[in-house]
């Protein structure tokens, strides 16, 4: 569904991602582990073409190399993005609105799917963005992205700042979207141990590279990857 080669990023003369190549597949939950400043962010947001890049990037058969971000959206990539970003002074409703801004003939019936989703969020449906706990933000961030009925959900550090229990029940959230409704996703993160454990595959990039490619359960019983990402 998404294949990436030879994907570069420079900030001036500092190369965050230097030249690598990964794919997913459609069904799968693929993840990217690597410490902070490995160039994972980088990775996603010039997917997205939110930064300069170089390289090519084909999704469902069809270069996206260079196509404004708002087309790749509507070509069915969603990103949630690192820290959440959603819209604080605006309702979660409104937030959900603007989510669905590509795909506003189905808002209602999308709506209340993320309702049923998400029952913390029709809880506060009236309650501004910025009063939500962290956990609820980021479940609003996700039923944001999905409002757009994307092919392929991509997430950059769900379980950032949020309790152990909170990052077990966005993770199950997302195992759900993948085994019941067939979602593709590709989730960036820190927490190594969480995102193996719910991943079919992953890479492991180091200083903009990606240094190790296998199955996730591979990746997990790694004494390398123990001891560099899990604590052990």
Do not use: C, W
């Not at 390289?55 to 070509?75: C, M, N, Q, W």
């Not at 669905?100 to 989703?117: T, V």
Request: avoid cysteine.
């Amino acid at each position: 569904m998404l294949k990436v080669k030879n994907l570069k990023v420079k900030y001036g003369v500092i190369e965050a991602v230097r030249g690598i190549d990964f794919n997913v597949k459609a069904k799968e939950i693929v993840t990217i582990i690597g410490a902070n400043g490995a160039g994972k962010t980088s990775t996603l947001n010039a997917i997205f073409n939110l930064v300069k890049k170089e390289g090519y990037v084909e999704f469902v058969e069809a270069d996206i190399s260079k196509l404004p971000t708002h087309l790749i959206v509507k070509r069915g990539l969603s990103l949630v993005p690192e820290g959440r970003k959603i819209f604080i002074n605006l309702t979660v409703e409104e937030n959900l609105r603007i989510g669905a801004y590509l795909n506003d003939e189905n808002y209602e019936r999308l709506k209340e799917e993320m309702y049923s989703l998400f029952p913390r969020l029709k809880e506060k449906r009236n309650q501004f963005g910025g009063s939500l706990s962290g956990g609820e933000q980021q479940m609003l961030a996700i039923a944001r992205a999905l409002m757009n009925e994307p092919k392929m959900l991509v997430l950059d550090e769900p379980s950032l700042g949020l309790a152990p229990k909170i990052v077990k029940e966005v993770f199950e959230i997302l195992i759900k979207l993948n085994q019941e409704s067939d979602m593709t996703i590709l989730l960036v993160e820190q927490n190594a141990a969480a995102a193996l454990k719910i991943a079919n595959r992953g890479y492991v990039m180091e200083n903009g590279k990606i240094v190790l490619e296998d199955d996730a359960k591979v990746l997990l019983a790694s004494d390398e990857i123990k001891k560099k990402y899990l604590g052990g």
